[in-house]
């Protein structure tokens, strides 16, 4: 066989099989925007004829992460809504009302530089204005599934007292329904197959049973899935007794929702019962560490869900309430936590945490055709890693091989040397190679200044708990 290029004499994880499939002294073949060839040096290049060999050793070549659950247009309110109780309420929502679309275009820019650098290749991004936003992953040339979030919310929803009933307004519904169609003609398939689409109600608490149905009709014609909040707080279940009678997951259960097609964010609220019953129904699990830790204090359900036979994945979600959209960060908190949770230091391993962040996240976003492992055939998306810095040090092979507990427990993201997604490299020695990295934060640091503007008079006067933090010196 012909290749390319053949990076040799690394550490090649391949993610194959049930474990995380490492080979000493390998290599990987790349022709076009495919492997061609994983396996040791000597294996792959008795078996392929390469344009180019570059030495990889030093290195560990990896899939490049999946950030299963995202909204990165929130990333230009990065830590205004930390340690209250009321993070929705008392924090995101008074500041939401005064972004403009393209702030959240900046915002999101960010956010995926972010990722990149931490060794993202995949997004699945979820959030408003996702056309556009869609020209943001075709700029940097990462891989994204995206939606539309599809509400029937108004903008000026952060004036309504916590506990009252949200009022839908179907016109709203409409257009972001319509956004997410456009997404689907436009995007699916564009910039060489590496933007895919979703449909994405925002939550059964968000919107019109209506509109939620007519989502789930369009999902099964366009034969995608559906990205969707399920249980994801108090704020949810109080809004579907209020309005149904039911909690999320019966309610959901009997419109006939909970199927392979769900994509199930979260289930922060979630009873062991529900979490089977989402399992047992063929729907994937989002899991979010991170973000539902620091914003509720809560360990989702996750492990309960993979006992009872579900396939889950991990996200970062927004900026506003994790601050670190880092899967590094989200492996680390989804092991630990599970860790605490159970009081057994051995239930969640640093090999399941990886199988999350890459196979099975695929897997669970309808992309394991294409990528989450180093096989045959597969996109060329891949990371390397410096074993040299010194959260990597050293490396030991025997008698037992510490490097992967050293990515979940130790790493960063700053170990990441390379990105290549599709066959190219976006980044290269941490450098991004496609755009203009400084310029794109400063035009997000603009943007967040003049919200912060718009938003100040109006936050000041709700009485936020973060004024008092701020007034006592602790921000």
């Known amino acids: 066989m012909k290749a390319d290029v053949v990076f040799t004499h690394a550490y090649v994880m391949t993610m194959k099989g049930r474990g995380v499939g490492m080979i000493e002294d390998g290599a990987v073949a790349v022709k076009g925007n495919r492997i061609i060839k994983t396996g040791t040096y000597e294996e792959v290049m008795r078996n392929c004829q390469a344009e180019e060999e570059v030495n990889a050793k030093g290195k560990l070549i990896m899939p490049g992460l999946i950030d299963a659950h995202i909204h990165t247009g929130l990333a230009i309110l990065r830590g205004v809504a930390q340690d209250i109780t009321g993070w929705m309420e008392e924090g995101l929502w008074p500041f939401m009302k005064h972004v403009t679309d393209e702030d959240h275009l900046k915002g999101s ?23 556009e936003i869609a020209e943001n992953y075709a700029e940097i040339g990462a ?23 949200y009022p839908f307004d179907p016109a709203i519904g409409e257009r972001k329904l319509q956004n997410n169609i456009k997404l689907m003609d436009k995007w699916h398939g564009a910039a060489n197959g590496k933007v895919t689409c979703l449909f994405g109600p925002h939550g059964p608490d968000m919107m019109s049973l ?23 707080g108090d704020r949810e279940i109080l809004q579907m007794e209020k309005r149904y009678g039911k909690r999320s997951i019966p309610f959901l259960h009997e419109e006939g ?21 989402v399992a047992a129904s063929g729907a994937s699990m989002i899991n979010c560490s991170g973000s539902i830790g620091i914003i509720d204090g809560i360990v989702p359900p996750v492990l309960e869900f993979t006992e009872a036979g579900g396939l889950a994945a991990l996200g970062s979600d927004q900026a506003p309430g994790n601050n670190c959209n880092n899967m590094f960060n989200e492996m680390k908190f989804a092991a630990i936590l599970n860790k605490v949770k159970r009081k057994d230091p051995a239930v969640f391993t640093a090999t399941k945490a990886l199988r999350m962040a890459t196979i099975e996240a695929a897997q669970a976003i309808g992309l394991g055709y294409e990528t989450g492992s180093l096989e045959e055939g597969k996109k060329a998306d891949l990371v390397f890693i410096d074993l040299e810095s010194p959260s990597m040090s050293p490396v030991i092979s025997k008698p037992v091989r510490n490097i992967v507990p050293n990515l979940v427990y130790s790493a960063n993201g700053s170990e990441v040397a390379h990105v290549m997604v599709d066959g190219k490299f976006i980044m290269k020695d941490r450098q991004i190679l496609t755009l203009n990295e400084r310029a794109k934060i400063k035009e997000a640091n603009e943007a967040a200044e003049g919200i912060s503007e718009r938003a100040a008079s109006q936050f000041t006067a709700q009485h936020s708990p973060l004024i008092g933090m701020m007034e006592r010196g602790e921000l």
Do not use: W
């Open 210 to 232: 209506d509109l939620l149905k007519e989502t789930k009709s369009l999902a099964e014609k366009y034969d995608t899935k559906l990205h969707m909040h399920v249980c994801q």
């Open 143 to 165: 891989r994204a599934s995206i939606a539309e979030m599809v509400n029937e919310i108004p903008k000026d929803i952060g004036d309504l007292p916590a506990g009252e009933l």
């Open 109 to 131: 820019m960010l956010n995926i530089i972010e990722g990149v650098k931490a060794g993202t290749t995949t997004f699945c991004d979820y959030d408003a204005n996702m056309n």
């Open 257 to 277: 929702f909970l199927n392979d097609r769900l994509l199930a964010v979260h289930l922060t609220e979630a009873t062991k019962k529900e979490t089977e019953m």
